[in-house]
């Protein structure tokens, strides 16, 4: 793995425990890897193993009317990339972006792995051409039923001015609160190893680890490094009543900002009524320490909801709670938590509808902006039109208000069609609005973007 340019204290012996019990864990699942790559390769025919490779070729022609994201003095600009790609995966071929990949293994063993280069020329700001790349990888390797063990990596280098958001839980094609100013290449990897052991129907410990390296060229934004671990019990006591345990251990190096560590505690007891309905309470705690002069704090969520199957098409969430937030040295802050979605499927149409609220805590990212309590409601919907044509329209607005008593409206909305001209050759059209309205005026913007694409994969 890269390292940032982070500064390193001198460890502490619990954290360098620490640090010997990671590298542990990433010989186990590299060599789990390793093994099971070369089992694959002897026990399957070699035609069948290469018919697994699939090669992909996209050129896509996009413009936008504000690149670098400014207030005022907007430029607008013909972006020209191409996108030479290559995938291997054991699974049916699919579409995914790096925020899919499935969180639960559906064959004992397998291997997602997708790679894009990208080479982007500017119409007229020709100093921002750059070379992208996005590359996930997702395998793992399940011994005697039972144990499972998971390697996950998600590497992305881009001038995007939105980053993406790759953490547990995060909705597809979600984004953090940092937004860049201009146009500079950032570089953000994030590497999962996990072990997972199934010790009943619905009995599970787990292990996970987390490294999320950030690196960006602007010497304005700072590099940094994430590493997080956190152990989970999940544990029924019949078929009605369920604990889930979990604790993180999480450490933040920055390039300039002060570093901390985090200890993170959630317990949520279960009760459920019958398959398709089930009501929980649960309590979120976290502590943040942070080097000085920068002042810690600690965070209490409690909250309790309900997950509802209305049919088997249609399911629905509620959660709803409280948390307050105390700064040492500093008055407290508190508000209203929630999570509220419903997702409904239908042979050629899926909707979805999440509203979020509480608080957001900005960090590995461009601009680091920290705790931030936040409202958000985000809708889509996807219509196969014909059976090679599908539509879709998404749309989200957030509320984002910072101890910095900044405050901003962030929106978006977003349209698309897709056609599968050929087996192997589709052809899309995307429209998107964005925007942030803000009480600080250089954080203002808005951009519209179009863009075509012609994708070929064999």
């Given at each position: 793995?890269?390292?940032?340019?982070?500064?390193?204290?001198?460890?502490?012996?619990?954290?360098?425990?620490?640090?010997?019990?990671?590298?542990?864990?990433?010989?186990?699942?590299?060599?789990?890897?390793?093994?099971?790559?070369?089992?694959?390769?002897?026990?399957?025919?070699?035609?069948?193993?290469?018919?697994?490779?699939?090669?992909?070729?996209?050129?896509?022609?996009?413009?936008?009317?504000?690149?670098?994201?400014?207030?005022?003095?907007?430029?607008?600009?013909?972006?020209?990339?191409?996108?030479?790609?290559?995938?291997?995966?054991?699974?049916?071929?699919?579409?995914?972006?790096?925020?899919?990949?499935?969180?639960?293994?559906?064959?004992?063993?397998?291997?997602?792995?997708?790679?894009?280069?990208?080479?982007?020329?500017?119409?007229?700001?020709?100093?921002?051409?750059?070379i992208s790349h996005n590359g996930t990888l997702d395998t793992w390797y399940t011994y005697n039923q039972r144990l499972t063990l998971r390697l996950r990596e998600n590497f992305i280098q881009s001038e995007e001015n939105r980053e993406w958001?790759?953490?547990?839980?995060?909705?597809?094609?979600?984004?953090?609160?940092?937004t860049q100013r201009g146009r500079s290449v950032y570089s953000q990897n994030v590497f999962g190893p996990s072990v997972d052991y199934q010790f009943g129907p619905n009995d599970r410990v787990s292990i996970n680890y987390r490294n999320t390296i950030y690196q960006n060229q602007n010497p304005a934004y700072e590099d940094s490094q994430e590493n997080a671990l956190i152990p989970r019990l999940i544990y029924w006591f019949n078929i009605r009543n369920g604990i889930t345990l979990e604790y993180g251990y999480i450490r933040g190096d920055f390039e300039r900002s002060p570093d901390f560590v985090v200890h993170l505690a959630r317990g949520r007891y279960t009760y459920q009524f019958n398959p398709r309905t089930s009501l929980f309470v649960e309590n979120t705690f976290r502590r943040r320490d942070f080097d000085p002069p920068s002042t810690d704090s600690e965070i209490n969520n409690p909250s309790m909801g309900i997950d509802h199957a209305f049919s088997p098409m249609l399911t629905?969430?509620?959660?709803?709670?409280?948390?307050?937030?105390?700064?040492?040295?500093?008055?407290?802050?508190?508000?209203?938590?929630?999570?509220?979605?419903?997702?409904?499927?239908?042979?050629?149409?899926?909707?979805?509808?999440?509203?979020?609220?509480?608080?957001?805590?900005?960090?590995?990212?461009?601009?680091?902006?920290?705790?931030?309590?936040?409202?958000?409601?985000?809708?889509?919907?996807?219509?196969?039109?014909?059976?090679?044509?599908?539509?879709?329209?998404?749309?989200?607005?957030?509320?984002?208000?910072?101890?910095?008593?900044?405050?901003?409206?962030?929106?978006?909305?977003?349209?698309?069609?897709?056609f599968q001209l050929l087996r192997w050759l589709s052809l899309s059209l995307e429209a998107s609005h964005r925007g942030d309205e803000s009480n600080v005026d250089t954080q203002d913007y808005i951009e519209n973007r179009v863009l075509l694409r012609l994708s070929a994969t064999l």
């Open positions: 793995m890269h390292k940032g340019k982070v500064k390193h204290n001198s460890p502490s012996v619990a954290f360098l425990d620490y640090l010997l019990f990671r590298n542990f864990v990433f010989f186990v699942l590299h060599f789990s890897t390793f093994t099971f790559v070369l089992s694959s390769i002897a026990s399957a025919e070699v035609g069948d193993f290469f018919s697994q490779f699939h090669p992909s070729f996209t050129v896509q022609e996009e413009y936008t009317d504000n690149i670098y994201l400014f207030p005022t003095d907007r430029k607008g600009d013909f972006i020209t990339t191409i996108s030479p790609g290559i995938s291997f995966s054991t699974s049916p071929l699919r579409a995914t972006t790096p925020a899919q990949i499935s969180q639960t293994p559906t064959d004992p063993t397998g291997i997602n792995l997708n790679y894009q280069l990208g080479l982007a020329f500017y119409a007229r700001e020709n100093q921002n051409d750059y958001e790759y953490t547990p839980g995060a909705l597809g094609q979600q984004n953090p609160l940092g629905g969430r509620v959660q709803v709670g409280y948390f307050w937030q105390n700064p040492e040295g500093r008055p407290s802050t508190g508000g209203f938590s929630c999570d509220v979605g419903l997702t409904k499927s239908e042979e050629r149409t899926s909707y979805t509808l999440s509203f979020q609220g509480g608080y957001r805590e900005d960090y590995f990212t461009a601009q680091n902006l920290g705790f931030a309590k936040y409202y958000r409601a985000i809708a889509s919907i996807r219509h196969t039109l014909a059976q090679r044509v599908t539509l879709g329209v998404s749309g989200a607005i957030e509320r984002a208000e910072y101890a910095s008593d900044q405050k901003d409206w962030i929106y978006s909305a977003r349209g698309y069609a897709s």
